[in-house]
Every structure is written in C-alpha cells, then in structure tokens.
C-alpha cells in the first residue's frame, strides 16, 4: 500500500506517473535570529506530475509555510532550486499561483474586481477580462456574486474568491498553503468537494498544504510526510483510492488505512513538536 | 444612526440640546449680569449675520482664509503623506525619525510664527506656513501608523501575482489605507484651519481671523460671535465632506 521511495538523505521523490510540471529540489531555508540559526526546510525535494495533486502534511512548525512561500517565489532559498516545465523560477512567477492560509480577498474591491485582480496586473483587456472572471466564478460556484463585497459572503464563500482570483490567470501549478484551515469542520468537508471538483476538471497540478490528514487522503494522489524541525521529507504515500472519491469511500475501510498509516508517519514529529511547544511556553511572549 | 426608531429619539434629543444651550444664552444675555455685549442676545448675534451676508469685505476675507487654509492642506498633506509612507515602509527610518515626530507633533506650532514671519512675511504666505506645519505631523503619523496596518498577506498577494510598485501603491497600498488616509486628511484639516486661524489672529492683514480680532478690538461682540459662527458651520461642513468621500464614516472601521 505504501508508494514512492522517499527517505531523509534528501534524494528526488519522482512523480507516480506523467511528465513532472513542479520539480523541487534540494531546497533549504534557514532563519537566522539573533539567539540561534532555525533550519526551517532542510532539503526538500519532490516532484509533481501533470493534473497530480499532492498534499505535504505535517505538524505546525514544520516548516510547510516556509516551503510555499519558496516555491512561490515569495522567500529565496539558501539552497536548492524549483524548476517548472523544465524553466528554473526566480521569484513570484506566474507559472505558479498561489492561494493563502489567511483571509486573502481585497475587502474594497467586489468579488468580480477580487477575481480580476491578476489579470487587471497583467494587463488584460477589459472585455477579456470580465469573460475570465464570469467564467471562474461560475467554476467555483459564486455565479451572480460578482457585484457583492468579500464582507458579504461567509469565510468559504470568500476562499473561493480566492482560489478563483489565482485559477483566473491560469497557473501551471496551484499552490495551497492550508486553505481551509480558517473555516468550520462542514464549509471544511463542502470546500475540499468543491476543490476537488474542480481540480478534476481542469486538470489542474496541485500542491496542497494541509494539517488534515483525512484532507489529505481524501484530496491527493500522493501525501508527502515531513519531519519536524528541520523540515525534512519523511516519507511519500501513493493514495491509491477510486477517483472520484465520494462520500462512501471516505467512509471505506481503505480510507481509514491510508489515514492510520499516515497518522502513524505523523504521531512522532507531531509529539516532537508539541514537547517543542511545551518546552517554549515559559519563555513565551 | 442606523435603525429608524432611536435615530428620531436621538435627533430629538441632540435638538433639545441645542434649544437648551440657546436659551440659556439668551437668559444670560437679558440677564444684565454681564457687562454690555459680552454675551450677546440672540437677535443682535443674528442681525450682525446678516449684515456679514451682505459685507464684500467678508466674502474677500473668507476667499482669502480658505485659500490660505487649501494650500497649506496640499502641502503640508502632500508632504506628510510622503513622509508617513517612507517612515511606514522601512522600518529604519520609521525607528529613527519618529520620536522627533512624535514630540514635535504636539507641540504648538504658534511659537514657530515669528520665524515664519520673518521668512515668508506678514502677508498669506506666513499663515500657509503655519497650516502646513501644523497639518504636516498629524498626516505623517496617521499615514506611517495606516501602513503598519496592511494586512500582511495582502500585499504578498500582490507580490505573488507579480504587481509593479506602481501598482502595489494604486492597488494596495492606497486602497488599503483610505480610512487612516482619510482620517489624517480630515485631522490635518482641522489643525491646518487652526494654524491659519491663529496665524491670523496674530499678525495680519486678512483673513477671518483679522476679522475677527478687528471685531474684537473695536468692541463688536455681536459681530464676532457671528464670525465665529460662520467659522464653526464651514468647518462642520468640511469635515462632513471629508468623511463622506470615503463612502461611509471612517469613525466606524
Ligand atoms: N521569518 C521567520 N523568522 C524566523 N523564523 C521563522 C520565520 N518564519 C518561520 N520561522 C520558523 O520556521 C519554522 C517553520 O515555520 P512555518 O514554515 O511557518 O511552519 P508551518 O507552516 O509548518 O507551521 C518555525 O519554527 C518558525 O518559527
Ligand atoms: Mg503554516
């Protein structure tokens, strides 16, 4: 049941099947603070395939934010490099969109002018423009919300003016940084349906960052463990369930093993990083 | 202000209240407790609007305090804003010029008026001097203070969809800060009409400060109390512009 080879010595995790969109490789990032050098990520590499989605789960602090904000071009790496198509990315690049954990919507723009922010940036005629953006909210299920402001609609409702606002200008791959994390555990389960349908459709290459493993299982093709501090590719798990994955096979027993071997990869590092937790409280601002 | 029902109460009450103030004003004035005119009745106050109505002499004054108090907003606002977006953005220069800023801010400009004099004159361009230092701090700390504000991810978002500065500053930064923005115009209006006013005041030769204190001087208690009417309503007026060319007033973000 367990898929790719991965291990801790940092080599390449190759893509299932398919040509690889994203390849990541070797990257490392440190933070240096005046008491100690944290290593953030510590060679990271891994690839994924055209229309594949894989999760990367860990626990908090485990350098899962770090890791997006490099591949998105938003931190520079202290090593390694992020290749998409085969072109070498040098800061933000509109090869890769990405989508943020936090409340992300411009608050004084409607949802049709959120939509058409990257757009708007890159110069795209109007006309074209306005097509795009009745077309992403369609796909995203905010048809004839366009005129409404963010402060209008719920906070999954506002998420997907999010994603629809980075799928617009049409990213090769989308990265996610836990884009569920804010909601409720129901506009949770709605929203990964949603994505999930819409990842099918488009054919999308997707990069999850998640702390759900059941998110996780339930949305990827493959979940990428990692370590806790540094930040390392513990293993790769090829999820090998039916596509599409309705409600009856997250209630499968096969569902429930992919999670219980992931949560069995994860229960070590997430202790290691609660004691962390737990060993910093005195000292906590 | 928003439901039907206590709106009306509250317009009632604040109504009563000003009812209130008037007739105590006139009961003071009939009184005879004062000296003569000190407290004006209520009818003299009006006659002496009226005659300000029909005075040439006081639409050039106002002209002239308007104008004085317009250019010394557009520098003094224009400067400050600059000076509060290069304090907010590097954090360097935000820790090292702000306590000067912060101190200076309020203390009263009025002791810089002789300097001011003695560079720009006695005539407008000491009195936009003074509106303009005194609109300067105000702005400049309410416009630093606005860009701390931003919402972090937001400007990662334009980052991430590769926006120009020119664009992060249309797009984001300004958008993004039109309440403080708003707020610091509508400050800096208020202390830029209290540096021309008081420059006026001081040493001129026009003006509705001149006005008023030639009212004062010449004993024409009806008169001032008019000009200072007349300032208070233009004020309001003002500042109610401001707060709705943000759309909704700025006082509830
Ligand atoms: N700007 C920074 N400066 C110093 N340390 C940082 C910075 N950003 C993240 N870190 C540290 O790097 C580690 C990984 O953080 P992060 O990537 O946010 O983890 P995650 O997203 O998995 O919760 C944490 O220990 C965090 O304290
Ligand atoms: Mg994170």
Not at chain 1, 35 to 59: C, N, R, Y
Not at chain 1, 132 to 150: A, D, I, M, S, T
Not at chain 1, 249 to 276: H, N, P, Q, T
Not at chain 2, 234 to 251: E, F, Y
């Amino acid at each position: 049941m367990t898929g790719g080879s991965a291990g801790e010595d940092g080599s390449t995790v190759e893509a299932a099947g398919g040509t690889p969109v994203l390849r990541v490789e070797n990257i490392v990032k440190r933070f240096v603070t005046d008491s100690a050098t944290v290593t953030a990520v510590d060679h990271v590499s891994f690839t994924v395939a055209q229309g594949e989605v894989l999760s990367i789960i860990g626990p908090s602090g485990c350098g899962k934010s770090t890791l997006f904000n490099v591949i998105g071009g938003l931190a520079e790496a202290d090593e390694g490099r992020v290749v998409v198509e085969g072109r070498l990315m040098s800061g933000p690049d509109p090869a890769i969109g990405m989508v943020f954990q936090e409340e992300s919507t411009f608050p004084w723009r409607t949802v049709g002018d959120n939509v058409a922010f990257a757009l708007e940036v890159a110069g795209m005629a109007r006309a074209e423009r306005t097509k795009r953006v009745r077309h992403y909210l369609e796909l995203v299920g905010l048809k004839g919300f366009e005129q409404h402001h963010p402060a209008q609609l719920s906070g999954g409702m506002r998420q997907r003016v999010a994603i629809a606002r980075t799928l617009a200008f049409g990213p090769k791959v989308l990265l996610m940084d836990e884009p569920f994390a804010a909601l409720d555990e129901q506009t949770r389960l709605l929203l990964g349906d949603k994505v999930l349908q819409i990842q099918q459709e488009l054919a999308q290459t997707t990069l999850l960052i998640t702390h759900s493993i059941a998110e996780a299982v339930q949305l990827s093709d493959r979940v990428l463990v990692m370590t806790y501090r540094p930040g390392r590719v513990k293993r790769i798990v090829d999820i090998k369930l039916p596509r599409p994955r309705t409600a009856e096979i997250i209630g499968s027993k096969d569902f429930g093993l992919y999670v219980a071997e992931i949560w069995s990869d994860l229960r070590g590092e997430a202790s290691l990083g609660m004691k962390d937790a737990e060993a910093h409280l005195p000292q906590a601002e | 202000m928003t439901s039907g029902c206590p709106a009306l109460g509250v317009g009632l009450l604040r109504l009563a209240i000003l009812g209130t103030i008037l007739l105590l004003w006139e009961a003071l004035a009939r009184s005879g407790l004062l000296f003569r005119d000190v407290v004006p009745s209520l009818a003299k106050i009006a006659l002496a609007l009226g005659h300000l109505g029909t005075d040439p002499d006081f639409y050039r004054n106002l002209r002239g305090t308007a104008a004085e108090v317009g250019v010394s907003l557009a520098i003094g606002g224009s400067i400050g804003v600059a000076a509060g977006l290069l304090l907010g953005g590097s954090r360097l220069l935000g820790k090292a010029f702000e306590p000067y800023i912060h101190y200076l801010g309020p203390t009263p400009k009025i002791i810089f008026f002789p300097v001011m004099i003695m560079w720009f004159g006695i005539g407008p361009g000491s009195k936009i001097a003074m509106g303009a230092l005194s609109c300067f701090f105000p702005v400049a700390l309410i416009t630093a203070a606005g860009m701390r504000q931003i919402d972090e991810v937001l400007i990662r978002v334009g980052r991430s969809f590769r926006a120009r500065p020119w664009q992060m500053a249309t797009k984001i930064y300004f958008p993004a800060m039109r309440y403080p923005l708003l707020n610091g115009l509508r400050l800096g209006f208020g202390v830029a009409v209290i540096g021309v006013l008081l420059a006026e005041t001081k040493m001129s030769n026009q003006g509705l400060g001149f006005m008023v204190m030639q009212s004062y001087s010449q004993f024409d208690m009806p008169g001032m109390y008019a000009l200072l009417l007349v300032v208070f309503a233009l004020a309001i007026l003002v500042n109610a512009t401001i707060s709705r060319l943000g759309g909704l007033d700025s006082t509830q973000h």
